[in-house]
């Protein structure tokens, strides 16, 4: 589609990225030296993707061992840090051993990227879709639509996809593998937050294990019509706020109009059926109501772009080190199923004695692009892998390489693939990512953070 007559503004820049998740708002920080111009654009009205519109707990800083160890740094830390200093984290453990997790408030993320993005220079446009891309080569140009001027163009040098669904890959022609295509895709959520939680009554009753009981007994029964017999409730920042991952919506395509619009609706379904059973069901939540949904449901896996390197369960399972690796991983594999019976749907599968491995430079590289890096959930994966390295932590240090590395490319005038991994993995070690998994136990107590 041609564009050309439509366009209402032309905008041009050095390092454009798209979408402003963990991975994308990371690398529009490590890019911003000060040597180029960088733009971020992103869909909402908001920073922090998944972590701002879904969750609230940052997953991957630790490995899950009894020997825990601190293994992602730099950018991401400092984020972490910000939110420390104002009162906005704790630390606590996975309901199912995924390890350690930085519990924030997501409302206050949403500034902290805000104000980060202002004090390093970069440049953002919110509620900005990306519709088509109509040039690729040395400069890129990215066509997005505003609802209130219409559609504008962005022309880029580099280009960093950070769109959770490969959004710009797709306009491309850069090649991909749809989720579901060779195993089912992981299962959506829509996640929700309840208030006036009496969280001592509901711990001296059981806690975790007395809501795991409840839940299957109503399954069996069908005392309530819950969609599946285990879920995860937690404490929030927030006084008397708990947080869920326990809706669980399949056999729907997030990429398809009417796929996404059912899972919405089925997911916001779910979510009230819980409250029914919560308020009824379980010791310090009788008078507890829904206060908020996610903005969308969260979607786990779509496009998984081919890159130079496609990391595999093998890699993550063999603790394999790489000489070109950018970010460790220690997290298990984490996936999401559907199930027939109700029973644990979830699949995990751990790195073997609490080990970490690495991720190397190429599953951030597209094959057949000579201008751009992808980040985040879209990244060069298997179906496996993809389900370890998902995680918060590790979706900013890919953020954090694409960033450093464009801005290496642009400084030395090489395509992403022929960026000199030394100076990379120095220039990442300057800003503190960690690349060799340290020796230091972490402290992973509930106010622990500041001590790593």
Request: proline residues 6%.
């Given at each position: 589609m041609h564009f050309t007559s439509k366009i209402t503004k032309n905008y041009t820049t050095d390092i454009l990225i798209i979408g402003s998740g963990s991975a994308g708002s990371t690398a529009a920080i490590a890019a911003s030296s000060g040597k180029f111009k960088v733009t971020l654009v992103e869909r909402y009205g908001f920073p922090g993707g998944t972590s701002t519109q879904m969750l609230d707990t940052f997953y991957g800083f630790f490995t899950p061992s009894d020997n825990p160890k601190k293994i992602v740094g730099g950018i991401p830390?400092?984020?972490?840090?910000?939110?420390?200093?104002?009162?906005?984290?704790?630390?606590?453990?996975?309901?199912?051993?995924?390890?350690?997790?930085?519990?924030?408030?997501?409302?206050?993320?949403?500034?902290?990227?805000?104000?980060?993005?202002?004090?390093?220079?970069?440049?953002?446009?919110?509620?900005?879709t990306l519709v088509g891309v109509e040039g690729v080569g040395e400069t890129s140009i990215c066509i997005f639509f505003h609802k209130g001027m219409g559609f504008f163009s962005i022309s880029a040098r580099r280009i960093i996809d950070a769109s959770g669904d490969a959004d710009y890959c797709h306009w491309a022609d850069i090649p991909y593998e749809l989720a579901g295509e060779k195993e089912p895709a992981q299962s959506m959520t829509t996640t929700f937050r309840m208030s006036n939680v009496e969280h001592q009554v509901y711990e001296a009753a059981g806690g975790k294990k007395m809501l795991k009981e409840k839940m299957?007994?109503?399954?069996?029964?069908?005392?309530?019509?819950?969609?599946?017999?285990?879920?995860?409730?937690?404490?929030?920042?927030?006084?008397?706020?708990?947080?869920?991952?326990?809706?669980?919506?399949?056999?729907?395509?997030?990429?398809d109009v009417e796929g996404i619009t059912k899972a919405e609706i089925e997911g916001r379904k779910q979510a009230f059926i819980f409250e029914d059973f919560f308020r009824a069901e379980v010791p310090g939540y009788e008078n507890a109501k829904i206060i908020g949904l996610s903005h969308q449901i969260g979607v786990r896996e779509t496009r998984r772009v081919f890159g130079e390197y496609r990391l595999t369960k093998a890699d993550c399972m063999s603790a394999k080190m790489f000489d070109n690796q950018i970010f460790l991983c220690g997290a298990p594999i984490e996936d999401h199923r559907k199930s027939d019976d109700g029973t644990s749907e979830t699949f995990w599968q751990y790195v073997p004695d609490g080990g970490t491995y690495g991720v190397p430079y190429g599953t951030i590289v597209p094959k057949e692009s000579t201008n751009?890096?992808?980040?985040?959930?879209?990244?060069?994966?298997?179906?496996?892998?993809?389900?370890?390295?998902r995680s918060m932590a590790q979706t900013m240090s890919m953020g954090q390489a694409a960033g450093a590395a464009a801005?290496?490319?642009?400084?030395?005038?090489?395509?992403?693939k022929h960026v000199e991994i030394p100076k990379l993995q120095d220039s990442l070690i300057e800003l503190g990512a960690v690349l060799e998994t340290p020796s230091k136990i972490a402290d992973i107590s509930r106010n622990g953070w500041a001590k790593n």
């Open positions: 830390d400092k984020i972490v840090d910000t939110l420390n200093r104002s009162g906005d984290i704790f630390l606590r453990p996975n309901t199912y051993g995924a390890g350690t997790g930085v519990n924030y408030n997501p409302e206050k993320l949403k500034q902290v990227w805000d104000n980060l993005f202002m004090e390093s220079g970069v440049e953002v446009f919110y509620h900005s299957a007994t109503a399954y069996d029964k069908g005392s309530h019509p819950l969609p599946r017999k285990e879920g995860s409730a937690h404490e929030m920042c927030q006084p008397k706020c708990i947080s869920t991952v326990a809706v669980k919506v399949v056999d729907l395509d997030p990429l751009t890096w992808v980040v985040g959930r879209c990244f060069s994966a298997t179906h496996d892998a993809h389900a370890s390295c801005v290496l490319s642009l400084s030395f005038d090489q395509e992403p």
